[in-house]
């Protein structure tokens, strides 16, 4: 191969890893909003406009909405359009199931494994938490909320837990932001966390699980207010993702 073939190789490959990374971004993108809930449930989704939007050709941006259709956030109804997915309420029932029992394993070894340094970041993490909720910040509470199992996956030795937590509650999370604003709502969330970190800080993996699973059992039964406020944001179960283009 010759200098300029050699050339040629490499401008391809770095056309491909931009293409890539553009699909990424904007898929992450999409993602962030969907999730926090600033795209709801039947947004209608203009690739031409999103494409516009990032500085980008349509390509990376069909390529990020049919990933996010694979996820079920985002639905593809040929001849109609494409959407923000409605919020499927079977794939909750389901999420909770694999959250609570990936957390509950997850806590009871971070019982068994605290340190006093351990207990000082859980303690950290909820002076954080009564803060945002003081000042009603649900975004920034969600975020310590994510930092806060993400912390006890990490204290409990096996931290590539968490990734699989968050894959499991996509559709969870989406539900919650709707919760949070609800009164009292984040200072019942807030009261269970000490809960459970009172638990751990004892070294009582049995008292650890109780908490976790109380704190877990609360999250479902919110549910039906939520429907009752938002009921267009909602569906029985998602319909089977087909693939488009445009």
Same mark, same amino acid.
């Given at each position: ?11 391809? +490959?770095?056309?491909?890893?931009? @293409? /890539?990374?553009?699909?990424?971004? &904007?898929?992450?993108? #999409?993602?962030?909003? *969907? =999730? %926090? ?47 923000? +997915?409605?919020?499927?309420?079977? @794939? /909750?029932?389901?999420?909770?199931? &694999?959250?609570?029992? #990936?957390?509950?394993? *997850? =806590? %009871? ?138």
């Amino acid at each position: 191969m010759n200098t300029k073939e050699k050339l040629q190789e490499l401008e391809a +490959a770095n056309g491909q890893d931009a @293409a /890539l990374s553009a699909s990424r971004r &904007v898929y992450l993108d #999409l993602r962030m909003r *969907i =999730v %926090e809930m600033s795209m709801p449930p039947g947004t209608r989704i203009v690739e031409r406009d999103i494409a516009a939007e990032h500085g980008t050709s349509r390509t990376p941006v069909h390529e990020a909405v049919q990933r996010l259709a694979e996820e079920g956030l985002v639905e593809i109804m040929p001849r109609v359009g494409t959407f923000v +997915a409605r919020i499927p309420l079977d @794939a /909750l029932e389901e999420a909770m199931l &694999v959250r609570t029992a #990936l957390e509950i394993a *997850i =806590v %009871e070894e971070a019982a068994k494994r605290i340190s006093p340094e351990g207990v000082e970041v859980l303690r950290g993490i909820l002076a954080s938490q009564r803060q945002c909720t003081e000042a009603g910040d649900t975004r920034g509470f969600h975020q310590t909320d994510e930092a806060f199992h993400a912390a006890l996956a990490e204290l409990s030795g096996h931290p590539g837990v968490w990734p699989i937590i968050l894959q499991a509650k996509t559709q969870i999370d989406r539900y919650r932001r709707l919760t949070l604003p609800l009164p009292g709502r984040m200072e019942h969330v807030v009261d269970e966390h000490v809960d459970v970190v009172d638990a751990i800080a004892r070294g009582e993996p049995a008292a650890a699980v109780a908490a976790m699973r109380s704190h877990l059992d609360h999250v479902l039964p919110v549910l039906e207010v939520a429907r009752t406020l938002q009921p267009e944001f909602f569906i029985q179960h998602l319909p089977e993702h087909k693939s488009a283009h445009g």
